[in-house]
């Protein structure tokens, strides 16, 4: 039905459920047929491979599936949609990927244009389910997303507390000039780096340590500030 | 049906004795292992090892009770039993990729095995040597062979390829047998002729988008003038020989099928990477191929109705009314079927078929049973 399709999360799922069956059926195949001496996922003949196939929601989400006859890589591009979302995304694929061997399916590198790649051998499905690894992957995809954006929810929480004590504990000197946000938001935000930067190198730690947290979050400084404190 | 678990590791490759007491079977490994029926039960009582690569085909010629094997180490050897144990028989096939698949001729004074070099090897016994010497057929085949069968006239072969056709063969191999009548597939047969080439090239397939695939296994009928074939981009074709030869196929909703076989001249059962066999028939009047059944019969699971709320909410997240986990497949075998073969009645009136896969298992199929627990189901 159309209200079905047009729905965006609906979209996704179209998209999940379309994932299902081309990677059930790439997911069919036998063993490797060319040995040298040991049976690898290196294929010297192109008729060995199949179709590509893209199943994207827009040009900066999709998903890759290609198959060959003896295995399938699932390339993930994730939404990525601000800075915050990149590194948090970066690091996640990056903490996985580094511990790939225990993950099995996983790939120690992403195909080119894409976060995280899933190679899953013959020898994959003749120890587990094929239902179950198509399931798996399935499921990674629709976690991640969520799981992303918990992890970005948690991250600004956690600066806006961290920012709090900070400010809580910082009195100004005179020689700064700080105005509030609602005037010039501008020079404000300029005072505040070489505020910070002078911090960077005061002799308490905790204050050091906090202007250099601050330094690296720049959209924290929208953080209301009390003039009294300051 | 009964269902016997082997092992957990797949079975990579099997095959039965003549009374069917015995099956001869690979773990996956480098070894071939024969059980024996002992009731309902199966016992070991043979393991054969001398492969150095996993095993990728065993055949077990019923009259002169032999078995050959061959694996991806690309031997092949040729087992006799002496005095109660299994004596092998080195075969040099010539080639220089695994071997991958392997059957004797219907006389079995012949054998071919099909490989990853791009040819087939047919090997033949030679008396004044005292060893098996085997001829290549090399032309035109462009890749992988994943699969063979003899025609009943032990002269012609058909052999399904990675390059996405099956071709008949012929090889008649004078210094061993008369030559052969001409049947429907051709009347000049020297060795390495080509009889029948299937289309579907893999070219074809990138630009057109998938016509044609991998062709997972070859059948002939009993007849010998029928030939079917599966492939992987799931459908199931037959051709007839002759100068009215057709050429019918089928795309089946199912995932690729592996393995088929004809159990009467009109009836196949295939069956791959579904995990269930499937019926389909050939109407050769009018050249139409139509699927007729699966056939595992599904453990009647707890039916429990949908609300309404459950379905709104399934469509929200889904975009489909259904929960389709599939937590747990409800058919017999648990994993992609990989073999077929027929156990009794031969391949006109078959009564009994035997399945094995990748999840260990063994499946035995009585056709009677099939029948009369499927309505709708017709083997004509």
């Known amino acids: 039905s159309t209200a079905t399709l047009e729905s965006p999360i609906n979209l996704k799922s179209m998209s999940l459920d379309c994932g299902k069956k081309p990677v059930q059926a790439q997911l069919a195949r036998a063993n490797s047929t060319q040995v040298v001496q040991f049976t690898t996922c290196e294929l010297s003949s192109k008729e060995l491979l199949l179709q590509p196939v893209i199943i994207s929601r827009n040009d900066k989400e999709k998903v890759l599936i290609e198959g060959s006859i003896n295995s399938v890589r699932v390339s993930i591009a994730v939404k990525q949609a601000d800075e915050i979302e990149k590194i948090l995304c970066h690091k996640f694929m990056r903490f996985m990927m580094m511990r790939a061997e225990n993950f099995f399916i996983l790939r120690r590198k992403p195909v080119e244009g894409y976060d995280i790649s899933f190679l899953i051998t013959n020898f994959h499905t003749e120890q587990m389910y094929k239902h179950k690894l198509v399931d798996f992957v399935i499921h990674f995809m629709e976690e991640i997303d969520k799981e992303i954006s918990e992890m970005k929810l948690s991250v600004n929480a956690r600066a806006r507390i961290v920012a709090e004590e900070f400010l809580k504990n910082v009195s100004f000197s005179n020689s700064f000039t700080c105005k509030t946000l609602n005037k010039d938001d501008q020079e404000l935000k300029y005072d505040f780096h070489c505020f910070l930067f002078f911090c960077c190198s005061s002799e308490n730690e905790e204050t050091r340590k906090n202007a250099f947290l601050l330094q690296s979050w720049p959209s924290l400084w929208s953080v209301h500030i009390r003039g009294d404190k300051l | ?380």
Request: net charge positive.
């Open chain 2, 1 to 380: 049906m009964a269902y016997h678990s082997f092992l957990l590791e797949p079975i990579s490759c099997h095959a039965w004795n003549k009374d069917r007491s015995q099956i001869a079977l690979c773990p996956n490994n480098h070894e071939v292992h024969i059980y024996k029926k002992d009731g309902t039960k199966w016992t070991k009582i043979h393991e054969l090892k001398e492969h150095n690569g996993q095993v990728t085909g065993i055949d077990w010629a019923p009259e002169s009770n032999r078995i050959v094997t061959c694996g991806a180490d690309r031997n092949a050897y040729v087992w006799t039993l002496k005095e109660g144990t299994w004596k092998p028989t080195l075969v040099i096939l010539r080639i220089n990729r695994a071997a991958r698949c392997v059957k004797w001729s219907p006389k079995e004074n012949k054998f071919a095995v099909g490989s990853g070099s791009r040819l087939i090897s047919v090997c033949y016994f030679e008396q004044e040597n005292d060893w098996w010497v085997c001829k290549h057929i090399k032309k035109p085949i462009r890749s992988t062979i994943l699969s063979l069968d003899w025609h009943p006239n032990n002269a012609l072969l058909a052999a399904g390829s990675c390059d996405f056709k099956c071709r008949v063969f012929s090889a008649y191999i004078k210094e061993v047998e008369e030559k052969p009548g001409p049947t429907p597939w051709g009347s000049k047969m020297p060795f390495g002729e080509l009889l029948f080439e299937s289309g579907g090239s893999p070219a074809a397939a990138q630009t057109s988008g998938g016509s044609g695939g991998w062709v997972h296994s070859v059948c002939f009928s009993h007849s010998g003038n029928r030939l079917a074939w599966t492939s992987h981009d799931s459908t199931l074709c037959v051709s007839e020989g002759g100068k009215n030869g057709t050429l019918t196929s089928l795309s089946s909703e199912t995932l690729p099928l592996l393995c088929v076989t004809f159990i009467t001249e009109n009836s196949l059962v295939a069956a791959g990477h579904d995990c269930f066999p499937v019926l389909f028939v050939y109407d050769g009047a009018k050249g139409s191929l139509t699927f007729g059944g699966k056939l595992d019969v599904p453990k009647q699971a707890a039916q429990k109705g949908i609300s309404a709320r459950e379905r709104f909410q399934n469509l929200d997240r889904r975009a489909s009314e259904t929960q389709n986990t599939d937590k747990d497949l409800n058919t017999l075998h648990k994993n992609s079927i990989s073999q077929i073969s027929v156990l009794e009645g031969g391949r006109n009136q078959c009564t009994k078929f035997c399945t094995t896969g990748m999840d260990g298992g063994m499946g035995i199929w009585d056709v009677k049973s099939l029948e009369s627990a499927m309505k709708d189901l017709k083997i004509v």
